[in-house]
Structure formats: structure tokens, C-alpha cells
């Protein structure tokens, strides 16, 4: 799932979160993004790339006892691609 690319990445933010570190990162995925929308008369495309955001939940030890975290998948505008054209307020 994750691009080998990415692997020590996500390797290195699963510890810190094991660890009891809050952990924000970004990775690429193996699956392909293309884009619905054609821009500049071309089809965009490359990984897909998401944002995870995580947390630990501790006992009162301290001790990681649970995990939740969230998965997002940018969307379009979000990597540089124009939703819609301004139209100057028309």
C-alpha cells in the first residue's frame, strides 16, 4: 500500500507514535492518482499522497494503551490543481 519510497517514514512516525509521540506526516501511496479534471489540456497524474495525523491514548502509567488517528487524502486543489476558474466576481 505505502510507496517503498515512503517505508522508512512511515516506519520512523509508527515508533514516535508507539513511543507516546503525536505524529503528523505525509506518504505516498503504491495506488495511482489521476485527476478527473483536465488541466491545460492534460490529464494530471502521479501517487497518491495522504496525511495522517495520530495519537497515542496512555494509562496513567504512561503506557500506550490505544491509538486513533486519522487518514486524508488531499484532494485536487490541495496538490496544485485549479478546482474552477475565477470568474473576477461575474
Given at each position: 500500500?505505502?510507496?517503498?519510497?515512503?517505508?522508512?517514514?512511515?516506519?520512523?512516525?509508527?515508533?514516535?507514535?508507539?513511543?507516546?509521540?503525536?505524529?503528523?506526516?505525509?506518504?505516498?501511496l503504491?495506488?495511482?492518482?489521476?485527476?478527473?479534471?483536465?488541466?491545460?489540456?492534460?490529464?494530471?497524474?502521479?501517487?497518491?499522497?495522504?496525511?495522517?495525523?495520530?495519537y497515542?491514548?496512555?494509562?496513567d502509567?504512561?503506557?500506550?494503551?490505544?491509538?486513533?488517528?486519522?487518514i486524508?487524502?488531499?484532494?485536487?486543489?490541495?496538490?496544485?490543481?485549479?478546482?474552477?476558474?475565477?470568474?473576477?466576481?461575474?
Amino acid at each position: 500500500m505505502i510507496a517503498e519510497v515512503d517505508r522508512p517514514i512511515m516506519d520512523r512516525e509508527w515508533a514516535e507514535l508507539l513511543n507516546g509521540e503525536n505524529v503528523n506526516f505525509e506518504l505516498r501511496l503504491r495506488r495511482p492518482f489521476v485527476a478527473e479534471k483536465i488541466v491545460g489540456g492534460q490529464k494530471m497524474e502521479g501517487l497518491t499522497w495522504i496525511v495522517a495525523a495520530a495519537y497515542p491514548e496512555k494509562a496513567d502509567d504512561g503506557s500506550v494503551v490505544g491509538l486513533l488517528g486519522c487518514i486524508y487524502q488531499p484532494s485536487e486543489v490541495g496538490r496544485g490543481i485549479p478546482a474552477k476558474e475565477d470568474d473576477g466576481g461575474h
